[in-house]
């Protein structure tokens, strides 16, 4: 029996390949992902995840938006290593699917 999984990431391309391992797996149930800031701002995490769940196959997949910044330091980015948009400046499908905008704890708590 699979595992169901969320996974909470702030996908650059490293999250990338993590994420497309956990959906070959049949191990594991991704029920959905929550994006946070971190390799770059939010609005680029959250369209890097749905870019990853479309290139998998995956495009009904929950995305959700989570946080914007840590809660205790400024934000620090990682733009030098990801490139500016997360992905190494590597182009993706155009994106079929859309974050959904509610907060990523409510997708938790109804899992």
């Known amino acids: ?17 993590a994420i ?18 971190g390799n770059v701002p939010l609005a680029l995490t959250e369209k890097n995840a749905r870019k990853i769940c479309e290139l998998a196959g995956r ?6 938006a989570g946080a914007d910044r840590p809660l205790l330091r400024k934000l620090v980015t990682a733009e ?8 190494m400046g590597r182009s993706c499908p155009s ?5 959904k905008r509610r ?6 708590s109804r899992h």
Do not use: N, Y
Request: aromatic content about 6%.
């Open 20 to 37: 497309l391992l956990a959906f070959a797996s049949p191990e594991l149930e991704v029920l959905g992902i929550t994006a946070v800031a």
């Open 95 to 99: 994106l079929r699917c859309g974050c």
């Open 1 to 17: 029996m699979a595992r169901s999984v969320i996974i909470d990431t702030d996908p650059g391309q490293d999250d990338a390949v």
């Open 103 to 108: 907060m990523r704890w409510i997708f938790w």
């Open 59 to 64: 495009p009904g997949t929950h995305v959700h």
């Open 80 to 87: 030098h290593v990801h490139g500016k948009p997360g992905s």
